[in-house]
């Protein structure tokens, strides 16, 4: 009797080493199995992760395609450019030393104002390459300048030659306070980054030479400059009837050479330009897409 029950006691011990091992194994497989499962989730992340990486490579190949075709645009179009006002002022030149020709005061006075015309047209071209170049720089302008708002809107309504566009209707208006508002900014600067986007509505509201050709209704541009004040910014605000801006181009259309429309003349360097100048001067310019008759742009600068 003794002797089995001395048996069962070591059995009973055998079968507790034997579970004993069991677990220890068992644990030692759910530390793997967790580890296992650590390791697939850190695969999983770093398979998104590469997954997304490649995703913005595309886009990132996309748009240098992209910036690549506009570039070559941007170089046939202002060969086009350049190329049209000077064959224009050549044929002007040809008039004016044709050996005995005689205009009448008419005639000289359109021959004089075509030569001008298209001579402004040169500079502002040539202008625009010079601050493309200098447009990704973040280096601060000069503010030293002392000035009234509306003495920059009034030179910048004179430099985009807005005021003399006959195809549409410029007004300025002011808030209160505005009007006797002071900047302290870079005055050609702040001129030329508000004339530049004046043009830009100047062009957009003026038919394209397409619709006119198809016999399509044209109807009277209007820009509106309004300055206001908010949050210690002046708010220099075109508005305008024309052809508008997609929401989802909002941004896109600040980048160097875009172009939304090809039937409408011009470099797509313009707003680059503008808002460049806009933000080393201290303040932004941008799209209010809450508009919808047309295009808004707000260009924003520090009062002081």
Same mark, same amino acid.
């Given at each position: 009797?003794?002797?089995?029950?001395?048996? %069962?006691? *070591?059995?009973?011990?055998? @079968?507790? !080493?034997?579970?004993?091992? /069991? +677990?220890?194994?068992?644990?030692?497989?759910? =530390?793997?199995?967790?580890?296992?499962?650590?390791?697939?989730?850190? %695969?999983? *992340?770093?398979?998104?992760? @590469?997954? !997304?990486?490649?995703?913005? /490579? +595309?886009?990132?190949?996309?748009?240098?395609? =992209?910036?690549?075709?506009?570039?070559?645009?941007?170089?046939?179009?202002?060969?086009?450019?350049?190329?049209?006002?000077?064959?224009?002022?050549?044929?002007?030149?040809?008039?004016?030393?044709?050996?005995?020709?005689?205009?009448?005061?008419?005639?000289?006075?359109?021959?004089?104002?075509?030569?001008?015309?298209?001579?402004?047209?040169?500079?502002?071209?040539?202008?625009?390459?010079?601050?493309?170049?200098?447009?990704?720089?973040?280096?601060?302008?000069?503010?030293?300048?002392?000035?009234?708002?509306?003495?920059?809107?009034?030179?910048?309504?004179?430099?985009?030659?807005?005021?003399?566009?006959?195809?549409?209707?410029?007004?300025?208006?002011?808030?209160?306070?505005?009007?006797?508002?002071?900047?302290?900014?870079?005055?050609?600067?702040?001129?030329?980054?508000?004339?530049?986007?004046?043009?830009?509505?100047?062009?957009?509201?003026?038919?394209?030479?397409?619709?006119?050709?198809?016999?399509?209704?044209?109807?009277?541009?209007?820009?509106?400059?309004?300055?206001?004040?908010?949050?210690?910014?002046?708010?220099?605000?075109?508005?305008?009837?024309?052809?508008?801006?997609?929401?989802?181009?909002?941004?896109?259309?600040?980048?160097?050479?875009?172009?939304?429309?090809?039937?409408?003349?011009?470099?797509?360097?313009?707003?680059?330009?503008?808002?460049?100048?806009?933000?080393?001067?201290?303040?932004?310019?941008?799209?209010?897409?809450?508009?919808?008759?047309?295009?808004?742009?707000?260009?924003?600068?520090?009062?002081?």
């Amino acid at each position: 009797m003794a002797e089995d029950i001395k048996q %069962l006691r *070591e059995e009973l011990e055998q @079968l507790r !080493e034997d579970y004993n091992t /069991l +677990e220890h194994n068992f644990d030692i497989m759910s =530390e793997g199995y967790q580890e296992s499962l650590l390791l697939y989730d850190k %695969l999983e *992340e770093t398979y998104h992760e @590469l997954e !997304e990486t490649n995703k913005q /490579l +595309e886009v990132a190949r996309c748009r240098a395609e =992209e910036a690549s075709r506009m570039k070559t645009n941007f170089i046939q179009q202002i060969s086009h450019e350049i190329r049209t006002p000077l064959n224009i002022l050549n044929g002007f030149t040809q008039i004016l030393t044709t050996p005995g020709m005689e205009l009448d005061a008419t005639t000289q006075q359109e021959v004089t104002k075509g030569i001008d015309d298209n001579t402004n047209r040169i500079t502002s071209l040539v202008n625009k390459m010079l601050e493309l170049a200098d447009a990704n720089s973040s280096t601060e302008l000069e503010r030293t300048d002392n000035v009234l708002a509306v003495q920059i809107a009034a030179q910048a309504a004179d430099e985009s030659r807005i005021t003399v566009a006959s195809h549409l209707v410029f007004d300025l208006d002011m808030t209160e306070g505005a009007d006797m508002a002071m900047l302290q900014t870079n005055l050609q600067q702040a001129t030329r980054a508000l004339s530049l986007l004046l043009d830009n509505a100047r062009k957009f509201t003026q038919p394209a030479e397409a619709a006119v050709n198809a016999g399509a209704e044209v109807k009277q541009g209007r820009v509106v400059l309004r300055l206001a004040i908010e949050n210690q910014m002046l708010n220099f605000i075109v508005e305008d009837n024309g052809i508008g801006v997609p929401v989802d181009e909002a941004e896109h259309i600040f980048d160097e050479f875009v172009q939304l429309d090809d039937y409408y003349d011009g470099t797509g360097i313009g707003l680059t330009v503008a808002r460049s100048i806009a933000r080393r001067l201290g303040g932004n310019i941008v799209l209010d897409t809450s508009y919808t008759d047309g295009a808004r742009f707000v260009l924003s600068l520090p009062l002081n």
